[in-house]
């Protein structure tokens, strides 16, 4: 699996529409044939910082994304409501999604 995270941080103005502003692409990945996972979550720190977490099934469907109409037309959306270049780490692991974490589970 190809795992991606990504940090961004949004200009103040643009941190309360950010998940709007993305919506349409993250529909559009979601749909993506090998998406594995495409899911936002926005820092309890900062209200300007968001965090990408993307699954793809292989280098190949991580290709495509980065190749499609609508990974174009969202680079441009977003770099209008970036206030900084984002972080990101890439990498791929074993495995085609997420394990239970052994250190935790619902008590009965």
Do not use: C
């Amino acid at each position: 699996m190809i795992f991606i995270a990504v940090k961004f941080t949004v200009r103040p103005e643009h941190a309360d529409t950010w998940l709007e502003r993305t919506a349409e692409f993250t529909r559009a990945t979601r749909a993506e044939e090998g998406n594995l996972f495409y899911d936002w979550s926005r820092s309890v720190d900062d209200p300007n910082q968001f965090v990408l977490l993307e699954g793809f099934a292989s280098q190949e469907a991580g290709a495509a994304h980065v190749g499609s109409d609508h990974f174009k037309a969202a680079m441009e959306t977003m770099s209008e409501a970036i206030a900084s270049t984002p972080e990101i780490i890439h990498t791929e692991i074993p495995g085609s999604s997420w394990s239970e974490m052994g250190e935790l589970s619902p008590k009965s």
